[in-house]
């Protein structure tokens, strides 16, 4: 049996769930961290050190680190589909899961959506929030040159490239800030939005952490 914790409004629990959705996988989930807590449990912390969610346990085999989850599921269950076993094909899908790890994810989620959503007004640092979004608006711009010529990030189908990046989306467009004419990426949106596993998964109310720092 697949096991994962985590709470469901927490983005990179998000992605693991969507993947489970889109492979199909039987699967119990747990609630932990922000309100179900248990982060701090030695059992959990025997999983995963750093005491952050997701986690996942698969028959015996537990696994950390949202995009280390997101390949073993493919490399598990997804040969074909999520997972290719050609360097080459598969670093087309790794390169924009790392992007969106290390660019896309630190400058939207942490800068923006931190920064300017999930913190009281009074307390924002309005520059770095200006600056974060201009950023945004950036690689926005880039994905939607990406975009002019393939439906998805990886190419022709939906893959791996997909879900990290995508996943940044609802909330990018769901929050009252300044944004480019990216029709591209609003196409690639629309096209994400009609999977069932991104509206069962992703599109989840966050409005309850607006002006909220806590978990
Ligand atoms: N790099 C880690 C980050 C994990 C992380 O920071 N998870 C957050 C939720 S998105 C967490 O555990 N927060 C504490 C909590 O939810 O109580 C990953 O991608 O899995």
């Not at 400058?107 to 640092?125: H, I, K, M, N, S």
């Amino acid at each position: 049996m697949l096991t994962i914790w985590g709470r469901r409004d927490a983005f990179n629990v998000q992605k693991v769930m969507w993947l489970v959705g889109e492979l199909e996988l039987a699967h119990k989930h747990t609630p932990a961290g922000g309100s179900a807590g248990g982060l701090d449990d030695p059992a959990f912390l025997a999983m995963n050190p750093h005491g952050r969610v997701p986690v996942i346990d698969d028959g015996g085999t537990v696994v950390w680190e949202s995009h280390t989850i997101l390949r073993y599921l493919s490399a598990r269950y997804g040969v074909g589909t999520f997972w290719s076993d050609d360097p080459a094909a598969r670093s087309r899908a790794e390169r924009w899961m790392d992007w969106s790890a290390t660019t896309l994810q630190p400058d939207f989620l942490t800068g923006v959506f931190w920064g300017f959503y999930r913190t009281p007004e009074a307390q924002r640092d309005g520059p770095a929030v200006t600056d974060k979004i201009a950023r945004c608006a950036r690689h926005m711009e880039l994905l939607d040159r990406e975009l002019a010529d393939r439906p998805y990030l990886g190419g022709d189908t939906f893959g791996l490239a997909d879900i990290p990046a995508g996943l940044n989306l609802f909330r990018y467009f769901g929050i009252p800030i300044e944004r480019p004419s990216v029709p591209n990426v609003e196409a690639w949106y629309q096209r994400l939005r009609e999977r069932p596993p991104y509206r069962e998964h992703v599109m989840l109310p966050f409005d309850h952490l607006f002006g909220r720092l806590a978990f």
